[in-house]
């Protein structure tokens, strides 16, 4: 198959292009395009059909449930068979925005779209191309992050490109995601609210709304046993990991860089391609050929915005091993180290 790209501007919307996407996805194709927090592959997710399209162009496991994309509120009740009164307090404040939440699905909802549950995910993005595109497609799109199984969500529409040409019909390129991570996932079908995958929106903002909200265990997994039991099927598997193997490097910020330039003078001797992975306020303290700074500990999305990008660029330059910094101290430092651990492999290492 051969697949179109086109860039649209943000300022001055390309409507002949959004309304090309809605005719692919209304005829049961495949589009991928941009949101704030990553690029997703977008079908009617009230197809069969589509959903396993979806499936088969990412070669995703079809157990591991889809997403629903919506562009107004009154979706909400068309695909969730009863909404707690908690679930429109989020919507009001989180949407449109990084917030996917979990509610028992309606009848409309195919199974196939689920993954075989009873229940559904829903989000409304904030980014106006991919409300455009779901509105010009007259129907709620199903939207995975757009890469292969196992390859970081892609945060540009040339990761897509790397993952996807061929398999999708269009890729709709909106320029580099905002946040860079994956929305936060918080499940309403139970009794307590339970994050089941850290984002931009963190449990302290959750805590404003909700008085009892919790953690899914798997989410602060910090040993591979911890994280085999999630509750979100998709976090049971291989994720973001790199072709290297990567190393956390925890401890004070002296003794971590020390303990970073020592490791990495070790493996350049002995010929590994090593690289190192920091904040912006350390990489000059670092001796290696190849350092990869995803930007200041400071600014609220910076490190997210860059993370994945990064991971891909250690396969595309052949990195074996990296050693990096934990980002322990930033807001978003939950939904970092969850990625990063996972591309670890859970890996760390304490600075002396
Ligand atoms: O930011 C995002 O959420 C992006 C963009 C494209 O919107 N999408 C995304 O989709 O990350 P995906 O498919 O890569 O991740 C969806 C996660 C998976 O871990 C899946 O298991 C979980 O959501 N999930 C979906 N439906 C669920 C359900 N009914 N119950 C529990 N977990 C669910
Ligand atoms: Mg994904």
């Given at each position: 198959?051969?697949?179109?790209?086109?860039?649209?501007?943000?300022?001055?919307?390309d409507?002949?292009?959004?309304?090309?996407?809605?005719?692919?996805?209304?005829?049961?194709?495949?589009?991928?395009?941009?949101?704030?927090?990553?690029?997703?592959?977008?079908?009617?997710?009230?197809?069969?059909?589509?959903?396993?399209?979806?499936?088969?162009?990412?070669?995703?496991?079809?157990?591991?449930?889809?997403?629903?994309?919506?562009?107004?509120?009154?979706?909400?009740?068309?695909?969730?068979?009863?909404v707690?009164?908690?679930?429109?307090?989020?919507?009001?404040?989180?949407?449109?925005?990084?917030?996917?939440?979990?509610?028992?699905?309606?009848?409309?909802?195919?199974?196939?779209?689920?993954?075989?549950?009873s229940?559904?995910?829903?989000?409304?993005?904030?980014?106006?191309?991919?409300?455009?595109?779901?509105?010009?497609?007259?129907?709620?799109?199903?939207?995975?992050?757009?890469?292969?199984?196992?390859?970081?969500?892609?945060?540009?529409a040339?990761?897509?490109?790397?993952?996807?040409?061929?398999?999708?019909?269009?890729?709709?390129?909106?320029?580099?995601?905002?946040?860079?991570?994956?929305s936060?996932?918080?499940?309403?079908?139970?009794?307590?609210?339970?994050?089941?995958?850290?984002?931009?929106?963190?449990?302290?903002?959750?805590?404003?709304?909700?008085?009892?909200?919790?953690?899914?265990?798997?989410?602060?997994?910090?040993?591979?046993?911890?994280?085999?039991?999630?509750?979100?099927?998709g976090?049971?598997?291989?994720?973001?990991?790199?072709?290297?193997?990567?190393?956390?490097v925890?401890g004070?910020?002296?003794?971590?860089?020390?303990?970073?330039?020592?490791?990495?003078?070790?493996?350049?001797?002995?010929?590994?391609?090593?690289?190192?992975?920091?904040?912006?306020?350390?990489?000059?303290?670092?001796?290696?050929?190849?350092?990869?700074?995803?930007?200041?500990?400071?600014?609220?999305?910076?490190?997210?915005?860059?993370?994945?990008?990064?991971?891909r660029?250690?396969?595309?330059?052949?990195?074996?091993?990296?050693?990096?910094?934990?980002?322990?101290?930033?807001?978003?430092?939950?939904?970092?180290?969850?990625?990063?651990?996972?591309?670890?492999?859970?890996?760390?290492?304490?600075?002396?």
């Amino acid at each position: 198959m051969k697949t179109k790209v086109v860039t649209i501007d943000r300022e001055h919307m390309d409507m002949d292009a959004i309304r090309e996407a809605g005719e692919i996805l209304a005829a049961g194709g495949l589009v991928a395009f941009p949101t704030e927090t990553v690029y997703g592959l977008g079908g009617d997710g009230l197809k069969e059909n589509a959903a396993a399209r979806i499936y088969a162009a990412k070669g995703r496991p079809s157990d591991n449930p889809l997403i629903l994309h919506i562009a107004e509120l009154s979706a909400l009740e068309v695909l969730a068979k009863e909404v707690p009164e908690l679930a429109y307090r989020l919507a009001e404040k989180f949407w449109p925005g990084p917030l996917t939440m979990i509610l028992k699905k309606s009848e409309i909802v195919p199974m196939a779209t689920t993954g075989g549950l009873s229940t559904v995910a829903i989000r409304m993005p904030s980014d106006e191309i991919a409300r455009e595109i779901i509105r010009a497609s007259g129907t709620y799109i199903a939207a995975p992050s757009a890469n292969l199984s196992g390859r970081p969500s892609p945060t540009t529409a040339e990761h897509v490109v790397e993952d996807l040409s061929g398999r999708v019909e269009m890729i709709v390129d909106g320029g580099p995601s905002d946040i860079g991570l994956e929305s936060s996932i918080i499940d309403l079908s139970g009794d307590v609210p339970m994050i089941l995958r850290p984002g931009f929106i963190t449990k302290e903002d959750f805590e404003q709304i909700v008085a009892e909200v919790e953690y899914d265990k798997a989410v602060l997994a910090t040993k591979p046993q911890d994280s085999v039991v999630a509750k979100a099927p998709g976090m049971k598997y291989r994720h973001y990991a790199p072709q290297g193997q990567i190393y956390i490097v925890e401890g004070e910020t002296d003794a971590v860089v020390s303990t970073i330039n020592e490791l990495s003078a070790k493996a350049a001797e002995a010929g590994v391609r090593v690289a190192v992975l920091c904040a912006e306020e350390t990489k000059e303290r670092y001796t290696c050929d190849k350092i990869f700074s995803l930007g200041s500990l400071k600014s609220e999305k910076e490190i997210s915005a860059h993370l994945f990008a990064a991971l891909r660029a250690f396969d595309t330059e052949h990195i074996t091993v990296i050693y990096s910094e934990s980002f322990e101290n930033t807001k978003l430092h939950q939904a970092i180290m969850n990625r990063l651990r996972k591309a670890a492999g859970y890996q760390t290492i304490q600075a002396k």
